[in-house]
């Protein structure tokens, strides 16, 4: 196999990436899969890594660290993967704290994905293109408003090296913060749907935070995302619903809805924080439109 980067974040699980990461490369190399690692320093330098790589003829990614790694490779293949010619395939050697995209397809971690990458077992993904004032970022697994953004922006300045215990702490402490936000949204065709909730969700995948199953029927490959909101709810009825999200049981409760869609229009007021694909970024966001099938997944 030639034409292959791996992109390696050290920080990644608190820097259990670094210690990790050369055992589980020599493990591919010793599988026939040479791949040229690139490793970054600072946030950003995965995007900047794989865009280079993609505009010289590269179309084989490896993300090596978690959720954060494979997002901004994804940002770097894209909007260029649109433009045609072959297609470009990522695969994970999931070594950071989440990991939350591959939860979908196994929850052996590493040696699943390094099986995965020998045999060369890929599938169609789709992709999400996400228009906001600042630009367009495209993510594989979920954009998330209000309260579940608040809660990983804190567990990522506060928590980030206790995992999932970490958005446990983040979201009993907001939930002492905890209000309705309006959102005005259009999905699809329909009309407009303007709604008080205190979250909403734009799923692609799964999971989300490591283990929460936020969207329990969302499928990577179906060309739609799974919209998940919850209403008006009381600071008591949200940490009683809290346990359900590791089950994904709380879209059956009478304050969450779920629907899904191929666009969606969004109007909010002004920026606001945005979760994305575990990241957290300070925008106001327009648009999302699922890429059907636009990038190839070694799972």
């Known amino acids: 196999m030639s034409g292959v980067v791996a992109i390696v974040n050290p920080a990644a699980g608190g820097g259990r990436s670094e210690k990790l990461a050369p055992a589980a490369l020599e493990r591919l190399r010793g599988a026939g899969i040479e791949a040229e690692v690139l490793n970054t320093s600072a946030s950003g330098d995965a995007t900047r890594l794989a865009r280079e790589a993609y505009g010289r003829g590269v179309r084989g990614f ?17 909007p260029q993967a649109l433009e045609g010619g072959d297609r470009p395939w990522l695969g994970f050697l999931p070594l950071g704290t989440g990991n939350s995209f ?3 397809f196994t929850d052996e971690g590493a040696d699943h994905s390094i099986t995965a990458l020998t045999s060369g077992n890929r ?3 789709d992709v ?6 600042g630009g367009e970022i495209f993510y594989i697994n979920l954009l998330s408003l209000g309260f579940t953004a608040d ?5 990522n300045d506060r928590f980030k090296g206790l995992g999932d215990l970490g958005y446990v702490l983040a979201v009993v402490l907001q939930t002492a913060r905890l209000g309705p936000r309006a959102f005005r949204m259009r999905l ?3 009309r407009d749907w303007n709604q008080y909730g205190v979250f909403v969700s734009f799923c692609n995948s799964r999971y989300t935070g490591g283990k929460m199953m936020m969207a329990p ?3 990577t490959g179906d060309g739609k995302l799974d919209v998940v909101m919850a209403g008006d709810m009381a600071r008591r009825q949200l940490l009683a619903a809290f346990p359900r999200i590791f089950k994904g049981t709380h879209v059956h409760l ?7 869609a191929s666009v969606v229009e969004i109007d909010v007021d002004g920026p606001m924080d945005l979760m994305v694909d575990g990241e957290v970024i300070h925008d106001r966001p327009r648009r999302l439109e699922v890429l059907s099938g636009a990038l190839d997944v070694c799972v």
């Open 188 to 190: 699809d065709d329909a």
């Open 128 to 133: 999400v293109r996400l228009s906001c004032d």
């Open 62 to 78: 490896i993300a090596v660290g978690g959720d954060g790694t494979s997002y901004e490779i994804v940002n770097g293949i894209f």
């Open 151 to 155: 809660v990983g922006s804190m567990a």
């Open 254 to 260: 009478p304050t969450v809805t779920s629907s899904q």
């Open 123 to 125: 599938r169609p993904c």
């Open 217 to 219: 029927y969302a499928d």
């Open 102 to 104: 591959l939860r979908d």
